[in-house]
């Protein structure tokens, strides 16, 4: 069968021929139909991700969707290595596949799944937001952030503002939702203000998908508000401004927040998949709007090094 190997680690993989997959005990084979790329998916080709192999080869992707042999569809995720979602087909566990609605079709549940589950579970395993909360989304300008504005809505925020370095696309934010934007395009006391004026009016929850010097600002704002009977979940997912930040002491002694993340680990794996069944439930009612460019497995090569986040890309494959 055809699909996307890596032959040696760190370098794109090639389209080529691989032996069938046999489905073992407890196990069910899927016939792949759209795969997207995902930032794990290229971690783990090149090597660079906690959990890469080094043994190759290895079929790269780490979730799609397709149909079992009785033709259910299904979104599925971490197929048995070295087999993965890049190919005509792969197996996995029955409890890695997600039914998907009749109305949501394969592109868009390959593409939403991986950054809409990001979103659905920090906000509603983690968070475990309430109707009528308000919602700061920091880093709302890439897809995770887009569809953190739509989810929040969906679940019944009272009003989402939206933080992001990309002027030109925190601009059209309003059109999903955000009633509030910041741009974090200053660093100096204006940004602060801003900070402090929002949390003044009062911040729920805090999902964010920067960390760094943006995240210190945030938590130093809440400081200066100090409401003891609002506490803040913060709830860390991404770490695109940086790995690190400096958190005084001071700042968990002085207001009611909360510091957790969200993501492999903190959410227990059947939660998680949990998640991403109830986000391909709500995506069409939702009308959640996410971006993609679609090419045919054959073209991996070409398009593995070029490839973006924003839009999606999703490999088709049947």
């Not at 080094?54 to 149909?67: L, S, Y």
């Not at 809505?153 to 059209?172: D, F, P, S």
């Not at 801003?194 to 920067?210: H, M, P, T």
């Amino acid at each position: 069968m055809k699909a996307a190997i890596v032959l040696e680690v760190g370098k794109t993989p090639v389209y080529g021929e691989c032996a069938e997959p046999v489905a073992g005990h407890g196990e069910v084979r899927i016939n792949v139909s759209a795969a997207a790329l995902s930032n794990l998916a290229k971690g783990r080709a090149s090597g660079t991700h906690y959990s890469a192999s080094a043994e190759v080869p290895f079929v790269v992707g780490v979730d799609g969707v397709g149909c079992l042999d009785d033709g259910s569809r299904v979104y599925f995720i971490l197929p048995k290595p070295p087999l993965g979602s890049m190919s005509e087909r792969t197996v996995v566990r029955p409890e890695q596949c997600v039914a998907l609605p009749d109305d949501l079709d394969d592109v868009t549940a390959a593409a939403i799944a991986n950054p809409g589950m990001s979103a659905w579970a920090g906000l509603r395993e983690r968070a475990k937001l309430q109707a009528g909360e308000t919602v700061l989304v920091n880093g709302a300008t890439g897809t995770a952030g887009r569809l953190a504005i739509q989810i929040a809505k969906y679940m019944g925020a009272k009003r989402v503002i939206a933080t992001g370095r990309n002027v030109e696309i925190l601009n059209t934010l309003s059109s999903i939702g955000a009633d509030v934007t910041i741009p974090l395009t200053d660093d100096g006391a204006a940004l602060d203000q801003a900070f402090v004026e929002q949390f003044e009016k009062g911040v729920d929850v805090v999902i964010d998908y920067l960390w760094g010097r943006s995240a210190e600002r945030l938590i130093t704002a809440a400081t200066k508000v100090g409401n003891e009977n609002m506490p803040i979940r913060f709830v860390q997912v991404g770490a695109i401004s940086g790995p690190d930040i400096t958190l005084p002491g001071s700042a968990l002694r002085s207001i009611p927040i909360e510091l957790m993340g969200s993501g492999l680990g903190s959410v227990p794996g059947d939660r998680l998949v949990k998640s991403i069944a109830e986000l391909m439930q709500a995506a069409v009612p939702g009308r959640f709007e996410i971006a993609t460019q679609t090419f045919p497995l054959s073209d991996v090569e070409g398009t593995w090094s070029t490839a973006g986040t924003i839009p999606r890309t999703v490999f088709k494959i049947a």
